[in-house]
């Protein structure tokens, strides 16, 4: 067994939590503990950054795993990082494919990055881990699959339909071909893999398990893989 289905309160400080939006579509986010409880601290889309009660819906129905981080001041550590994070957002976090130009301050405070470039809700968790300290992929053995076309394609169409996108931004996103493409079952793989940082053949040989025991325990009505 890879993922734990609720108990949301059992995480070790701080791990992942991975859920499925539709058939075609996962999406990842922290789980983290604070003074009131346990919390998701998730991006869930263009300028739009959440913090939840896991317990609520639909994140109830998400599955999450610890991080293989054994030194406690490590899980305390990147903890406080994330509760940072949240405690001075601005809700200034574009949603994007490129993620070398976004970064965050020692404060939790976002860099916004270059018009066309942002994060999805796996490269948010690389980067606050990267401002934690901790380098989790090797992103130059990182490579592109089948799919990952189609996948940037849906999330322009997505963003044309999301108000108050500007589309200077969808345009250079349209233009942005060769954005290697960070999949939320690759990004728990590796949370839960130790050494960091992960190979690509590490991590996706290890989601595919994590895609098969979430396709088993959250099933979709009418979903087909």
Known sequence: MVLTAGQFENV?????AIGRSNATQNHVGFLY????GPRMLHLAWHY?????????????????????????????????????VWTNHTGNIPYGFSFEGSAFNADGSFVPPPIGQGLTCATFIVKVLSAAGFNLLDMTSWQGRDGDAEWRAKIIGWLEKTDGVDQGHINALREDINAMRIRPEDLVAAGISSPWPVSFGDASAIAEEVLAELYEKVPLEGSAH
């Open 48 to 84: 739009h950054l959440q913090d939840d009660d896991p317990y609520d819906d639909p994140w109830k129905e998400y599955l999450w795993a610890n991080f293989s981080l054994e030194d406690e001041e490590n899980r305390s550590a990147l903890a406080a990082v994330v509760a940072t």
């Open 33 to 36: 503990l604070t003074d009131t």
């Open 12 to 16: 070790d400080r701080v791990g992942l």
